[in-house]
C-alpha cells in the first residue's frame, strides 16, 4: 500500500521550471523557437541533456525549454503530450498571424478542460513536438503555463501525483457520464477537431451492445503545480518507455524545488522505494541542483533548485 | 432446479465515478478493488468503465451509465430506482450511522419503526449520489441463530 505524502511535500513544489523536447535538427529548431521569441540562454549547459547537443531558450518567469538533438521515442504528432506557453491576448494574436504568414499549419483542437475550451491554439515545431498558445493576459511573455503527459495506467499516475507528491487535482476527464456524452455527442467530427492523443474510439467486446464502437474521451487527470498546470492523459495505446534503469533523459518535465524541499523529496521516494538518480549539484547552467525520477507513465522527471 | 450458493455481487449505474467513490469509501466505509478503463490495455480491449467496491460482505460493481439516469427528486430517500439495496447495520452502532450521515449532509428518511412482529427493527432510507436507493437497517433477531441464517418468510 502506498504511503501518504508529508503533508509540507506539495508546498516546496514551485512549479514548472522547465521542459525538455527532442528535436531533429538543433540549427532548425532553435530558428523556429527563436521566431516565437524565446531568448536563447546557451548551448551544452543543461545536465539532463546528457552528451546530446542542446540549447537552451528562456522562457518567462525563470522558465526554461531546451531543445536536445536526438530521435523522438514515439511520435509526438500523435501523442496527447504538449506544451503550453502562456502570452498575453494581442500579442498571442499577433504571432498567430505571424505564423500563418509565414505558412506554419495553426490548430484549433477541441480540448475538454473548460478553462482550455473556448480557446484553442496549437503548432507544431518543426520535429512535431506540439505547442499550445495560450492567451493569459499579465502572464510574462512565453511563460510556461502547462504541461501535457501520457500515461498507460491514469490511476497509478494520480497515485503519484496526487498522492505521493500531494498535487491538487483541478478538473478530471473521464469520471461523469456526461464526459462521455460530450464526446459521443460530436462523433466523427469530433474525433478529427480533438487534440490527437484525447479521444479512442471504443471497439467493445461485449456481444450484448447494439453500438459496437463508441467514440470515448481518454481519461484526463489536471494538477495545479504552484502557478502552473500538469496534465496526465491516459494514452489511447501502448508507447515506448525507456528502459527501467534509465532514470535521466529525455523529453523531460522539471519541477522547481526549494533545497529543503529536494532533500525532502529524495528521502521520500527513497522510503517509497522509488528509483531516484541524485540529488546531484551542478556547476554550471540555470540549474543548482536536481534529483531525477520516472513517473508511472515512464516520463522523466526532474526536481530541481535553479541557481 | 438451478442450485447456487450465494449472491455474487450486484451492478448498479452510476454518473460520477468521484462522487462514488467518495459516498462509498469515505462516508459508508467500503473498499475500492478495482477499477476498470483506466489502463490503456482495458481501453484497447473495448472494455466498459466500471469500478469495484465491497460493503463487508457485499461486492458491488459500479459501472459508469452511457446515458443521463433518471433521477428521483432531491428530497425523495425511499423508492426504487431499479431497485434498492439494503445493508444490516448492527444495533449498537445505528445512531453513531445516523450521526455520521448528519454530519456528512447525507439526506435519509427515517429512522422507520418496522413491524414488531417481524425481524426487522429499525431502517433509515437515503440514496447514493446517482440516485440509487439504498437502505440501513437493524434485526431485531440479531444474534439469533435466525439472522445468522436468514429466514424470509414473514417479511411484509
Redo the contacts between chains.
Keep these: 500500500m502506498l504511503q501518504k505524502t508529508p503533508p509540507s511535500l506539495n508546498t516546496k513544489i514551485k512549479g514548472i521550471s522547465h521542459v525538455v523536447v527532442d528535436v531533429e535538427s538543433l540549427d532548425v529548431a532553435e530558428k523556429f523557437y527563436d521566431a516565437l521569441g524565446f531568448a536563447s540562454v546557451g548551448h551544452d549547459q543543461w545536465p539532463v541533456a546528457g552528451a546530446a547537443p542542446s540549447a537552451t531558450l528562456e522562457a518567462g518567469a525563470g522558465q526554461y525549454v531546451v531543445l536536445a538533438k536526438g530521435p523522438a521515442r514515439n511520435d509526438p504528432r500523435i501523442s496527447a503530450a504538449h506544451t503550453a506557453y502562456a502570452l498575453p491576448k494581442g500579442a498571442r494574436d499577433n504571432l498567430v498571424e505571424t505564423l500563418t504568414t509565414k505558412g506554419v499549419a495553426v490548430h484549433r483542437f477541441r480540448e475538454d478542460r473548460p478553462s482550455e475550451a473556448g480557446d484553442n491554439v496549437y503548432i507544431d515545431d518543426p520535429s512535431g513536438n506540439r505547442i499550445q498558445l495560450v492567451a493569459r493576459d499579465g502572464a510574462p511573455a512565453l511563460s510556461i503555463d502547462h504541461a501535457g503527459l501520457e500515461t498507460n495506467n491514469i490511476l497509478w499516475s494520480r497515485e503519484f501525483y496526487q498522492t505521493w507528491l500531494g498535487l491538487p487535482v483541478e478538473h478530471r476527464v473521464g469520471w461523469k457520464t456526461d464526459d462521455y456524452l460530450a464526446a459521443k455527442s460530436l462523433g466523427e467530427k469530433g474525433m478529427e477537431a480533438a487534440m490527437p492523443g484525447s479521444r479512442y474510439w471504443n471497439e467493445r467486446y461485449s456481444q450484448f451492445e447494439t453500438e459496437k464502437k463508441a467514440l470515448r474521451p481518454c481519461p484526463q487527470l489536471y494538477f495545479t503545480v504552484g502557478g502552473t498546470s500538469l496534465a496526465v492523459y491516459l494514452a489511447s495505446r501502448q508507447y515506448q518507455a525507456p528502459r527501467d534503469d534509465v532514470l535521466s533523459g529525455t523529453p523531460c518535465l522539471g519541477l522547481s524545488t526549494t533545497d529543503e524541499g529536494l532533500k525532502q523529496m529524495a528521502g521520500f521516494l527513497r522510503e517509497q522505494e522509488r528509483a531516484i538518480e541524485g540529488p546531484v549539484t551542478h556547476a554550471k547552467g540555470p540549474i543548482a541542483a536536481s534529483l531525477s525520477v520516472k513517473d508511472p507513465g515512464a516520463n522523466f522527471l526532474e526536481f530541481c533548485v535553479l541557481r | 432446479m438451478a442450485r447456487m450458493n450465494s449472491i455474487s455481487h450486484s451492478v448498479i449505474n452510476v ?4 462522487e462514488c467513490e467518495h459516498f462509498y469509501v469515505d462516508i459508508l466505509g467500503g473498499e475500492k478493488r478495482s ?1 476498470c ?5 482495458d ?7 466500471h469500478e469495484t467496491y465491497i460493503l463487508q460482505d457485499y461486492v458491488f460493481f459500479v459501472a ?6 433518471p433521477k428521483p427528486p432531491e428530497n425523495q430517500h425511499r423508492g426504487l430506482n431499479g431497485f434498492r439495496t439494503a445493508f444490516c447495520v448492527p444495533q449498537k452502532t445505528f445512531d453513531e450511522t445516523l450521526a455520521a450521515f448528519k454530519k456528512h449532509n447525507i439526506g435519509f428518511e427515517g429512522p422507520v419503526e418496522h413491524p414488531r412482529n417481524g425481524p426487522f427493527g429499525q431502517s433509515i432510507y437515503f440514496k447514493d449520489p446517482s440516485g440509487n436507493f439504498m437502505e440501513f437497517l437493524t434485526r431485531r433477531d440479531e444474534g439469533t441463530p435466525a439472522f445468522a441464517k436468514p429466514n424470509f418468510l414473514g417479511i411484509g
Design positions: 454518473d460520477d465515478l468521484a477499477a478503463c483506466f489502463d490503456t490495455e481501453t484497447m480491449r473495448g472494455r466498459s468503465v459508469l451509465a452511457e446515458r443521463p439516469l
